[in-house]
């Protein structure tokens, strides 16, 4: 089975030293290519419009003093095909922290800029991943391999978000503080730290909760004070055209990982697509707050809660993409001690594949696509005709897998507590 055949990379240390070796070469090696690639420097000269354009795009509106215009469509796209002379285009919902943070990269050059982001971040992320895994590091390695090259591919900030999770997971226990200033550096992708902020009002880690709002309070103040409080109406005004870009299908839906956006590929009405996302969200919650009610039963460590929260901390919102993976390695390197009782060989391998699918499908399509349109494809017409979104049915299979196994954790605790019970 796959669990047997990927498990054994850590049978040794010999063999678990060979294949951490390998991997980091290889994802060194692509993150040498992407710097030639992202800096024009390279013989091909590719000029299709990628994540990190968008954050250099965004860091130089910042010096200019015009950040304002990246959260409007009709500015936007004409600043991305002045930088790429493409026509294609990526719309702006990120929060001015966001924007704060990337300033720093406009004043180099993007191919230097591309290799400072996404090394500084990938080191963050190892060493994070390295901690919270132990001796089960090269497998996680494995299995998540596809999202980590999809991040060095485009350039995105999964690996931050990544880090910040992990450091939520490392530190909610005994360091509180530290925990809470992680939570609520997450605010600038806010979706995708729900699942953590529940887990911590289910577990009242009040101090970590109240770090993280003063946390965001206070770089909202800072933004405000930066950019005026006009950037926070420009901002809540690109959330408003971003949800019409949503159900006309102007993003890359095939690269998503939500179930709206599998739902919505299969040709169901994109209100209906959109409670069914958060029925689905609801019940991922309502999974990772039956975790923590297992957490305190002596046969699940309290880790196990804090696996299933990072997991399914990517399942919350229609946006979600495949370059958020790395926040489920956090979760996975979190379970896979109690997965090795608590889940079969079969359940492992699921586990283990639908992982491998949500990272890799979206990667191989986009080649694909590619291939077969060119770089300069319609997005509405590749969504609609060419492209399902096999990665939102790869995580609805992770819930109800994950379910499965808090369900079956769940049942013996019930039937001691029944007999305990009778016997008093």
């Not at 054994?8 to 390998?22: D, F, N, W």
């Not at 009242?204 to 965001?216: D, K, N």
């Not at 707050?289 to 809660?305: C, D, E, N, Y």
């Amino acid at each position: 089975m796959l669990a047997e055949t990927l498990e054994a990379v850590q049978s040794s240390p010999s063999k678990r030293t060979i294949y951490v070796r390998l991997i980091l070469a290889t994802l060194a090696m692509m993150v040498l290519f992407k710097t030639f690639r992202f800096g024009r420097w390279s013989v091909w000269q590719i000029r299709e419009l990628s994540d990190f354009d968008a954050f250099y795009i965004v860091a130089r509106q910042v010096w200019r003093g015009e950040l304002d215009l990246v959260y409007r469509f009709e500015t936007l796209i004409k600043l991305q095909q002045a930088f790429t002379g493409s026509t294609s285009f990526m719309p702006w919902t990120y929060p001015p922290q966001f924007d704060l943070l990337l300033a720093p990269l406009a004043l180099l050059p993007t191919g230097i800029a591309y290799l400072l982001f996404i090394t500084a971040t990938l080191t963050a992320y190892l060493l994070t991943l390295r901690t919270v895994a132990g001796n089960n590091f090269a497998l996680v390695l494995v299995v998540l391999f596809p999202a980590l090259a999809i991040n060095i591919g485009c350039g995105q900030n999964g690996f931050l978000t990544g880090t910040l999770i992990g450091i939520v997971c490392l530190n909610v226990e005994r360091r509180q503080i530290f925990a809470g200033l992680a939570l609520g550096a997450m605010v600038i992708k806010p979706h995708l730290a729900i699942a953590a902020g529940v887990y911590m009002l289910a577990t009242r880690r009040w101090m970590a909760l109240a770090t993280a709002i003063s946390f965001v309070l206070a770089s909202s103040l800072v933004c405000t004070l930066v950019f005026g409080l006009q950037i926070w109406i420009a901002w809540l005004g690109a959330i408003r055209e971003s949800a019409v870009f949503l159900e006309r299908g102007f993003y890359p839906m095939f690269r998503m990982i939500s179930a709206y956006s599998t739902l919505s590929r299969a040709g169901i009405p994109p209100n209906i697509a959109f409670w069914a996302q958060a029925a689905f969200a609801s019940l991922a919650l309502l999974g990772g707050v039956l975790a923590i009610w297992l957490g305190k039963a002596p046969r699940m460590s309290p880790t196990f809660a804090l696996g299933v929260t990072a997991m399914i901390s990517v399942m919350i919102s229609p946006y979600a993409y495949d370059y958020d993976l790395p926040m489920v390695g956090i979760g996975l390197a979190l379970l896979l001690p109690d997965l090795a009782q608590a889940a079969s060989s079969r359940e492992r391998s699921a586990i283990y594949g639908l992982i491998l699918l949500a990272g890799a499908y979206g990667m191989l399509q986009s080649g694909r696509l590619a291939a077969q349109f060119g770089s300069e494809f319609d997005l509405s017409d590749i969504n609609d005709k060419f492209a399902p979104a096999v990665g939102g049915v790869a995580m609805m299979a992770l819930l109800a897998l994950l379910l499965r196994l808090l369900w079956h954790a769940a049942r013996p605790a019930s039937a001691l507590s029944q007999a305990v019970q009778a016997a008093e």
